[in-house]
């Protein structure tokens, strides 16, 4: 089985700054892929960035050039720098580990708010 742990939410004021961390622990294989989503009330879930363990990432429209997406690859570990936060922004971030036939996997959650 597959476990993933986000951490980093909170509540920061428009323009602030989040990292936030997921890390995998479990049968975790080679040839996968990391990606954060976000789901805002009322909203269904999106993609907000992804990264492949070879190093290929996709950043959305709406998060290029505020977010980055970065990984360690040795340490099972996703990262999402997220700077100049704006309150639409403001959604419960989700991790996922694509391992493709070995299956999907979804973190927690946690919780990021944008307001001043």
């Known amino acids: 089985q597959v476990q993933l742990v986000e951490s980093g939410g909170g509540l920061v004021q428009p323009g602030g700054s989040l990292r936030l961390s997921c890390v995998a622990s479990?049968?975790?294989?080679?040839?996968?892929?990391m990606s954060w989503h976000r789901q805002a009330p009322g909203k269904q879930r999106e993609l907000v960035a992804a990264m492949s363990n070879d190093g290929m990432t996709n950043h959305v429209p709406a998060v290029r050039g505020r977010f980055t997406i970065s990984r360690d690859n040795a340490k099972n570990t996703v990262y999402l720098q997220m700077n100049n936060l704006k309150p639409e922004d403001t959604a419960v971030y989700y991790c996922?580990?694509?391992?493709?036939?070995?299956?999907?996997?979804w973190g927690q959650g946690t919780q990021v708010t944008v307001s001043s």
């Open positions: 996922n580990l694509n391992q493709f036939t070995r299956g999907t996997y």
């Open positions: 479990g049968n975790i294989f080679g040839g996968n892929i």
